[in-house]
């Protein structure tokens, strides 16, 4: 069975960064994508950043965090990170990644939580003023 584990969350000061992890692990891993989204008390899951999982490794990234953060994946490792630079405090919220199975021609599908299966469990991250 697969699972998902994120990792490296914490608290950081504003105009800090972080590196988050997502390592897959499971006998047989694929996907067509994956997607890194967080949450905040009160708020829907918000997409972030994917990243497709074969050849080329084409991404796809919410506008709002504006370019402060990058999605890179190591396939050899099953991995894939979240690079998140001058974090601010309204960038608190839990961080999860998750897989898609199906590939699109369209990167939009996979802005909605809807296209992925599989979900980490999550890691905080909190951002002080």
């Known amino acids: 069975q697969m699972q998902l584990q994120e990792s490296g969350g914490g608290l950081v000061p504003a105009g800090g960064s972080l590196r988050l992890s997502c390592v897959a692990s499971?006998?047989?891993?694929?996907?067509?994508?994956m997607g890194w989204f967080r949450q905040s008390p009160g708020k829907e899951r918000e997409f972030l950043a994917a990243a497709r999982w074969g050849s080329g490794g084409a991404t796809y990234y919410n506008p709002a965090p504006n370019g402060r953060f990058r999605i890179e994946r190591d396939i050899a490792r099953n991995t894939v990170y979240l690079q998140m630079t001058n974090l601010q405090p309204e960038d608190t919220a839990v961080y999860y990644c998750?897989?898609?199975?199906?590939?699109?021609?369209?990167?939009?599908?996979?802005?909605?939580?809807?296209?992925?299966?599989?979900w980490g469990q999550g890691t905080q991250v909190t951002v002080s003023s």
């Open positions: 499971g006998r047989t891993f694929s996907a067509a994508a």
């Open positions: 998750a897989r898609s199975p199906r590939s699109y021609h369209a990167g939009s599908y996979y802005y909605n939580a809807e296209e992925y299966d599989s």
